[in-house]
């Protein structure tokens, strides 16, 4: 099993117990739903139980790329499931990643968890895939979580893609920011988890 471990959080690969807080937090009706891509479809019932099929089998078998799309954050004192951090491709041919972040209970927006989080994560992937040159974060305006945690890591903004997105009827932004290996190693001399 995967498992990173930061000051107050441990990035892990899922195990069973997360199957049941993982279906809960998928169903609508969550406020992290409305900041976290809002403007795409969310899964069905249906298809959350599909997909926690999917994680049951691959949880049983162990069945993880070796580099890993995503990993549970999970709080360090009870080890319960508090989001996870993700990655996709926007272009596999270039080797041109971008990583993303939800920590569902607002209860722990705002702490510092998502920063810890998604250096500890940068931080995973930089030393793991040495063909990744730079990390993106791909938001919207009205994401103001993830432009601080974005900021607060170093990334610069590079794209503003103006009236892009369609939130509750109104038009925001769409932002890009990025970070290359050689700056996050300027900034993160040793390792991140050293300036926590």
Excluded at 12 to 32: A, N, V
Aim: glycine letters at 10%.
């Amino acid at each position: 099993m995967k498992k990173l471990i930061g000051k107050r959080i441990i990035l892990r690969d899922p195990k069973l117990s997360d199957l049941e807080p993982f279906g809960y937090w998928m169903q609508p009706g969550h406020e992290w739903q409305k900041l976290d891509g809002p403007y795409y479809r969310r899964p069905s019932i249906e298809e959350v139980a599909e997909i926690q099929g999917k994680w049951e089998q691959a949880i049983n078998t162990q069945n993880w790329p070796e580099l890993r799309q995503r990993l549970v954050i999970a709080d360090i004192p009870e080890n319960t499931v508090l989001g996870m951090v993700t990655r996709y491709w926007i272009s596999e041919e270039t080797n041109w990643t971008a990583i993303g972040i939800t920590i569902y209970d607002p209860e722990f927006w705002g702490r510092g968890i998502g920063y810890e989080a998604m250096g500890i994560w940068c931080q995973y992937l930089f030393d793991n895939e040495p063909k990744f040159v730079r990390l993106d974060m791909r938001t919207w305006s009205g994401n103001i979580g993830m432009i601080k945690v974005a900021e607060k890591l170093g990334f610069t903004k590079e794209a503003v893609f103006r009236m892009a997105r369609i939130v509750e009827g109104e038009y925001f932004d769409g932002l890009g920011y990025g970070i290359l290996r050689t700056e996050w190693e300027e900034r993160y001399a040793r390792d991140f988890a050293m300036y926590l």
